[in-house]
């Protein structure tokens, strides 16, 4: 098996050449799509924006009402363990094994079949009488979630590119914050004003309603027909290339979400020991929300601009100076006002991690990428949550959140690495080739128009 041969100037040329055309020749040749074509992908992006938002109210809802379940149903404490387990194996499962199935010609029912699943997993909450029941509702959330969440990302960078795609998909974690961020709110009103039922009956109503937008914008053929170009090439040299970009890929992906475990696991445990009361904990987190949701669109442009890899794994390391700091010190507000720090680093470090992927990854792939992504962070986080809970009350807050931020931090490290050797391996990456297809692929018409991929070299 012959080795790839090295990039000569002439290759790199026509790569700057695709970049410095005129814009809508490129746009024409990279989506096939016109101005009309692209306001209607604005359209669908605002409709799957809209279903990350409601999936994450629906995650949100449930935070406040454990409790009233717990006592109504009479569920004993471990079932709660058990709930929170089987939506973090089946959001995971879902990540990593419907990805490619987005990126297919059957991608719409995939999608609507995630809706769908969201919706009946509201529906089920409301109608709770035993602990299976709880268990399977939100395993039917994460599988959802699961679905839901790459599509979108995918979506957000289809047919964009540099500082666009970074906004958008900024935007994509803005709505997913908002939604982590209200939801805890909207479930307290609507129970103080319906009872336990109705915040889970609001939540499927809506996402019945978006199902039917989701339905009647969303064209048949969201997905490519067929993957012509494999991931991993044949030439030795692109094998290992292609190993480095997924060892980088996971290793950001881990790293962006392991702090969250540790968050929804001691955040609470940690601000109640500082001394801090129920609304103090809810504001902490609302003044955490806030800033993300106004400045990650704004993050996801910078980090296009400054590069994705780059932004992301700095930006996750300066966060992680933020969270080692948390179990020292001794003021909820202080610690309240510190997160709020944390957030504004988070919303570019965030969005330049999706925007990594949607670089590296070809269009073909993009919600695989983003899936394998997101899967990395879901086990992360899981590990990081079951570890921090059982090792806090030996080792002590300062121990815990200090592992964990020097964990979060290696990993970002090793990305960052690793994706620069792997940069350093395919030179055209250091251009902004990726900008046009992602990974040193590219499309390319022929005479006859054909759009297939072709190998960026």
């Given at each position: 098996?012959?080795?790839?041969?090295?990039?000569?100037s002439?290759?790199?040329?026509?790569?700057?050449?695709d970049?410095t055309g005129p814009?809508?020749?490129?746009?024409?040749?990279?989506?096939?799509?016109?101005a009309?074509n692209s306001?209607r992908?604005?359209v669908r992006?605002l409709?799957?924006a809209?279903?990350?938002c409601l999936?994450?109210v629906g995650?949100?809802v449930l935070?406040p009402?454990?409790?009233s379940?717990?006592?109504e149903?009479?569920?004993?404490?471990y079932g709660?363990?058990?709930?929170?387990?089987?939506?973090?194996?089946a959001g995971?499962?879902?990540q990593?094994?419907?990805?490619?199935?987005?990126d297919?010609p059957?991608?719409?029912?995939?999608?609507?079949g995630?809706l769908?699943l969201?919706?009946?997993?509201?529906?089920?909450?409301?109608s709770?009488?035993s602990l299976?029941?709880l268990v399977?509702?939100r395993?039917c959330?994460?599988?959802?979630?699961?679905i839901?969440?790459?599509a979108?990302l995918?979506?957000?960078?289809?047919?964009?590119?540099g500082?666009d795609r970074g906004r958008r998909l900024?935007a994509?974690?803005?709505?997913?914050?908002?939604?982590?961020t209200v939801?805890?709110?909207l479930g307290?009103?609507?129970?103080?004003?319906?009872?336990?039922?109705l915040?889970f009956i609001?939540?499927?109503v809506?996402l019945?309603?978006?199902?039917?937008?989701?339905a009647v914008?969303?064209p048949?053929?969201?997905?490519?027909?067929a993957v012509t170009?494999?991931l991993?090439?044949?030439?030795?040299?692109?094998r290992?290339?292609s190993?480095y970009?997924?060892v980088s890929?996971v290793?950001?992906?881990?790293?962006?979400q392991?702090p969250?475990g540790?968050?929804?696991?001691l955040?609470?445990r940690?601000m109640?020991?500082?001394?801090?009361?129920a609304?103090?904990?809810g504001?902490?987190l609302?003044?955490?929300g806030?800033?993300?949701?106004v400045?990650?669109?704004i993050?996801?442009?910078l980090?296009e601009k400054r590069?994705?890899?780059?932004a992301g794994?700095?930006?996750?390391?300066?966060a992680?100076?933020?969270?080692?700091?948390?179990g020292f010190?001794?003021s909820?507000v202080v610690?309240t006002?510190l997160?709020?720090g944390?957030?504004c680093?988070q919303s570019v470090?965030?969005?330049?991690g999706y925007?990594?992927v949607?670089?590296?990854?070809?269009?073909?792939?993009?919600a695989?990428g983003?899936g394998l992504f997101?899967?990395?962070?879901?086990?992360a986080?899981?590990?990081s949550?079951?570890?921090g809970?059982s090792?806090?009350a030996?080792?002590?807050p300062g121990?815990?959140?200090?592992g964990?931020?020097?964990?979060?931090?290696?990993l970002?490290?090793?990305a960052?690495?690793v994706?620069?050797?792997?940069r350093?391996r395919?030179p055209?990456?250091a251009?902004?080739?990726?900008?046009v297809?992602p990974a040193?692929?590219?499309?390319e018409?022929?005479?006859q128009g054909?759009?297939?991929p072709q190998?960026g070299?």
């Amino acid at each position: 098996m012959s080795e790839d041969p090295e990039v000569t100037s002439t290759q790199v040329a026509r790569v700057k050449s695709d970049l410095t055309g005129p814009l809508e020749a490129r746009t024409a040749v990279a989506v096939g799509g016109s101005a009309g074509n692209s306001g209607r992908r604005d359209v669908r992006f605002l409709v799957l924006a809209a279903a990350v938002c409601l999936e994450a109210v629906g995650v949100g809802v449930l935070f406040p009402l454990l409790a009233s379940i717990q006592r109504e149903d009479h569920l004993a404490t471990y079932g709660l363990g058990l709930m929170s387990g089987a939506s973090f194996f089946a959001g995971l499962v879902a990540q990593l094994g419907v990805g490619p199935f987005l990126d297919g010609p059957r991608a719409r029912r995939v999608l609507l079949g995630g809706l769908a699943l969201g919706a009946v997993s509201q529906a089920w909450f409301a109608s709770v009488t035993s602990l299976w029941s709880l268990v399977g509702a939100r395993a039917c959330g994460g599988i959802a979630f699961g679905i839901i969440l790459p599509a979108a990302l995918r979506q957000a960078g289809y047919g964009q590119e540099g500082p666009d795609r970074g906004r958008r998909l900024g935007a994509i974690s803005a709505s997913m914050m908002a939604g982590i961020t209200v939801g805890p709110l909207l479930g307290s009103v609507l129970y103080s004003t319906g009872g336990i039922h109705l915040p889970f009956i609001a939540v499927a109503v809506l996402l019945g309603v978006v199902f039917v937008l989701a339905a009647v914008l969303i064209p048949g053929s969201q997905g490519a027909d067929a993957v012509t170009e494999p991931l991993v090439s044949t030439g030795n040299r692109s094998r290992r290339t292609s190993f480095y970009v997924l060892v980088s890929v996971v290793c950001l992906g881990a790293a962006s979400q392991l702090p969250n475990g540790l968050y929804d696991a001691l955040w609470s445990r940690l601000m109640t020991d500082r001394g801090a009361g129920a609304l103090l904990i809810g504001l902490s987190l609302t003044l955490y929300g806030a800033p993300f949701i106004v400045l990650a669109p704004i993050g996801g442009r910078l980090a296009e601009k400054r590069g994705p890899l780059l932004a992301g794994a700095v930006g996750l390391m300066t966060a992680d100076v933020f969270m080692a700091s948390y179990g020292f010190v001794p003021s909820p507000v202080v610690i309240t006002l510190l997160g709020v720090g944390e957030a504004c680093v988070q919303s570019v470090a965030v969005p330049a991690g999706y925007a990594y992927v949607a670089r590296v990854f070809p269009q073909e792939r993009a919600a695989t990428g983003q899936g394998l992504f997101g899967g990395a962070g879901t086990a992360a986080a899981g590990l990081s949550a079951v570890l921090g809970a059982s090792l806090y009350a030996q080792v002590g807050p300062g121990a815990v959140f200090v592992g964990g931020a020097a964990a979060s931090a290696a990993l970002a490290a090793v990305a960052l690495g690793v994706g620069r050797s792997a940069r350093n391996r395919r030179p055209w990456l250091a251009h902004s080739a990726s900008e046009v297809a992602p990974a040193g692929f590219r499309r390319e018409s022929s005479a006859q128009g054909s759009n297939t991929p072709q190998p960026g070299r």
